[in-house]
Every structure is written in structure tokens, then in C-alpha cells.
């Protein structure tokens, strides 16, 4: 069956510039989380959705930052006015729910010149 | 101090060792663990989940320690295939998973 799809695979934007990370998560999955991973480091914690709501925005390094998940299924993590540090892998993954493994997309590799 | 905290190694193996490392978790509240297995530019894939018990799958064994907050995974009989990296997973009671930075196996001929 389909996994966690994630698009695009990788983004090349210009510093300042607004982007869009798309996640679709396996069908049926409630939870959805969104993490960034830098070279060398853990995936680190940006946002989790049970449902269409977010339960955890914890992570959210600040207001540049957004996600939504309007229906309850595919999700769209938003940044505003890039800038380089932002520049890392952006991972999705999705699970049935508490309690439940996780499974990752491939991840968008987000680099921002 | 950080939520999950691992060795970032690298553990260099002999095939065919065994190899062993822990990882520190400090919300004593968490509820669930896990260990996945990251290999290079790949995303994480679940390893095992670590039960209070303790738990076996083949040649990987997990143990949770809940009084001193660390779990562990411990591999005998190392094989090429496992050089990945292994990353600690914790599920807090709002159902966040918090990750660790990482433990960086190689294992060598």
C-alpha cells in the first residue's frame, strides 16, 4: 500500500521567498507530525495533528512558521520569508494513532540560498 | 538538558560483535518507547518499541529501566548491514514523540 508521501523531494529557494512542504500521510492515519532534521542531528519536533487540529505546536520555531491540515489528511507546512538556517531535510510522518508506530516519508530537503 | 539524549558515538564494530549504548530520557511521565534505525539520507524506520519487560527481535534486544529513565539496545552478532544510525524515540502523555540526536553505528569486516 502507499506510505507517507512527501513533495517535493527537495526545494531550492532564495532567501526571503515563501514555501510550501506538502505531506500526504497514510490513508486512515489521525495523527500527523512534522519534524526538520539538520545534518548530523535527530529529527526535532515542530508540529503534531490529531485529526485536523493542532495538538502540539511546540516546536514551531516561530511565527515564520505554520501548518495546517484542513480535512484531517494531507497536511502543508508553510515558511515565510526563508532564511538560510531554515535550510534542513523536513520530515512528515503519520500513525494510527496514540500509541501507534510512526511511519516517515522520504522527507523534503529544503535549502534556502 | 535535552528531552532524549543518546551517545552520538560513532561505535565502531567488529563483525560479528556485539555492540550496546543507551539513551536518557528526563520526563519521567513518558509513556512509550522506541528505537529506529535512520540510515543515510533515508528517513527513520521503526526498529523495535521497548516494553517494560524487555524485548527480543532476533539479534536486537531492548530494555527499559524507568527508575534511572533510559531504555537500551543492545545487537549481538553485528552484521555490515547494521551500520545505520539508531535514534531513541519517547511518546509523551499529549502523544508528542521526541527524538534523540542520534547513536552512529559501523560495523567493520
Known amino acids: 500500500g502507499a506510505g507517507v508521501s512527501q513533495t517535493p523531494s527537495n526545494k531550492v529557494t532564495e532567501k526571503g521567498k515563501y514555501v510550501e512542504l506538502r505531506c500526504d500521510p497514510i490513508?486512515?492515519?489521525?495523527?500527523l507530525y512534522w519534524y526538520r532534521q539538520s545534518l548530523g542531528q535527530g529529527p526535532e519536533f515542530l508540529i503534531y495533528?490529531?485529526?485536523?487540529?493542532?495538538?502540539?505546536d511546540s516546536g514551531l520555531p516561530n511565527d515564520r512558521f505554520f501548518a495546517v491540515r484542513p480535512e484531517g489528511s494531507v497536511s502543508t507546512l508553510k515558511i515565510q520569508r526563508t532564511e538560510r538556517g531554515d535550510s534542513a531535510v523536513y520530515l512528515c510522518?503519520?500513525?494510527?494513532?496514540?500509541?501507534?508506530?510512526?511511519?516517515f516519508g522520504q522527507g523534503t530537503r529544503l535549502t534556502v540560498v | 538538558r535535552k528531552e532524549v539524549e543518546q551517545d552520538p558515538g560513532p561505535f565502531n564494530v567488529p563483525e560479528g560483535a556485539t555492540v550496546a549504548f543507551n539513551c536518557t530520557y528526563s520526563?519521567?511521565?513518558?509513556?512509550?518507547f522506541f528505537w529506529y534505525r535512520q540510515d543515510c539520507r533515508k528517513e527513520p524506520k521503526l526498529l523495535m518499541s521497548?516494553?517494560?519487560s524487555g524485548n527480543e527481535d532476533g539479534r536486537f534486544t531492548a530494555q527499559l529501566n524507568r527508575a534511572s529513565q533510559y531504555i537500551s539496545l543492545l545487537i549481538r552478532d553485528s552484521k555490515l548491514s547494521d551500520s545505520a544510525t539508531y535514534l531513541c524515540?519517547?511518546?509523551?502523555?499529549?502523544?508528542?514523540?521526541?527524538f534523540g540526536g542520534g547513536t552512529r553505528v559501523l560495523v567493520k569486516p
Open positions: 520526563n519521567s511521565a513518558s509513556q512509550s
Open positions: 521497548v516494553y517494560s
Open positions: 495533528f490529531q485529526g485536523t487540529g493542532a495538538a502540539d
Open positions: 510522518a503519520s500513525s494510527e494513532g496514540a500509541g501507534a508506530e510512526a511511519f
Open positions: 524515540v519517547v511518546r509523551a502523555a499529549g502523544n508528542k514523540l521526541t
Open positions: 490513508s486512515g492515519h489521525t495523527a
